[in-house]
């Protein structure tokens, strides 16, 4: 059976992020032999309250079809962002309505939030003492509302295993991607990229987003750099030889690449190796020596612990658990 996807729309929600898992997850397919497509994801959406409307921030009410009950059949809760969660927002605390909902749900379904949507997994208890982030305009009030949660405002989102919470609005597309790469491979969440028009990694978290003065324009970018460095990952990469191909200093190249990327050029390097192997382990049969050697590493010792920091697996097993579902893809 296909994995299913409960999306919790509350009154108040924002349009675009409800239709955001049913674009990404309700198109994720994988080919069977003999050119049959099989759905991955089953996408159902539901209220807290009978089948019926529930309140947008447009200037229209959807009309869902789901109760609360629907929650119970979930292997995985989304929580889009919502302008009308009153004592969840002000106080941290649920409604009755909500706390009712939220307790059908199973014990081990995964939980997702988009935006300020955390708040309500926060509000449920769900991310206590565990790192988690929302949208970068909300972070402090978010911190001060559960200082139990380890918030980090710079990111994306964050992958803690069962419980993933995004930063604002489109980070929810990067977070849904990052989800179906992480349980059907590269291959499949690329496929969805391309057919949804975005890129399927994005570089950098929020902090690239948050409006900062600028005391006069700057023209000089770090863009050459990066893409010269795609080209060359297999071989050492030093931050001054990309200083030089932008004809920077060291120090203003650092300083130019944090404000366009959000993160440093070693952080950068190390992400896009790791993207580079992960694609080698899924889509080639090449050793891991190679692999390790071909994304930049160097060696099998080194891949195995960056791939385990960045993805909790060993290359082995990551290659196991997705080479099958990108040969099906494909």
């Known amino acids: 059976m296909p994995h299913r996807v409960v999306v919790l729309a509350l009154d108040g929600l924002l349009p675009f992020e409800l239709g955001i898992p049913q674009r990404i997850f309700g198109r994720s397919i994988a080919t069977e032999p003999g050119g049959k497509a099989r759905k991955l994801y089953d996408v159902v959406t539901c209220s807290i309250r009978p089948p019926g409307p529930v309140r947008t921030d447009a200037d229209f009410s959807i009309l869902v079809e789901h109760g609360p009950e629907a929650l119970a059949t979930a292997d995985t809760v989304v929580v889009p962002a919502s302008y009308e969660l009153g004592p969840v927002f002000d106080e941290g605390r649920l409604t009755e309505e909500l706390a009712a909902a939220l307790a059908l749900v199973r014990p081990g379904t995964r939980m997702v939030s988009i935006c300020t949507g955390s708040y309500v997994l926060a509000a ?117 030889d990309m200083a030089e191909h932008e004809a920077m200093s060291v120090r203003t190249f650092t300083r130019r690449f944090r404000e366009e990327v959000g993160i440093s050029p070693g952080q950068w390097l190390t992400q896009q190796r790791v993207e580079r192997a992960r694609h080698l382990l899924e889509s080639t049969d090449l050793s891991i020596d190679q692999v390790a050697r071909d994304a930049g590493f160097g060696t099998a010792t080194s891949l195995r612990q960056h791939l385990q920091a960045a993805l909790g697996v060993p290359p082995t097993a990551y290659r196991r658990t997705f080479r099958s579902s990108a040969d099906t893809a494909s």
């Not at 993933?164 to 969805?192: F, K, P, W």
């Not at 890129?199 to 010269?228: C, K, L, M, N």
């Open 124 to 240: 449920a208890g769900y991310l206590d003492g565990r790192p988690a982030t929302t949208h970068w305009s909300s972070a402090d009030h978010f911190q001060r509302t559960f200082p139990q949660v380890r918030v980090d405002p710079d990111v994306l989102f964050i992958d803690d295993g069962d419980v993933l919470t995004s930063a604002g609005v489109a980070a929810g597309i990067d977070l849904c991607l990052h989800l179906v790469r992480r349980d059907h491979g590269t291959a499949v969440a690329n496929e969805i990229a391309r057919r949804t028009v975005v890129p399927p990694h994005r570089d950098g978290g929020q902090a690239q987003y948050i409006h900062r003065p600028v005391p006069e324009p700057q023209f000089a970018t770090t863009t050459g750099a990066r893409a010269w460095a795609l080209t060359r990952l297999d071989r050492p990469i030093l931050l001054r």
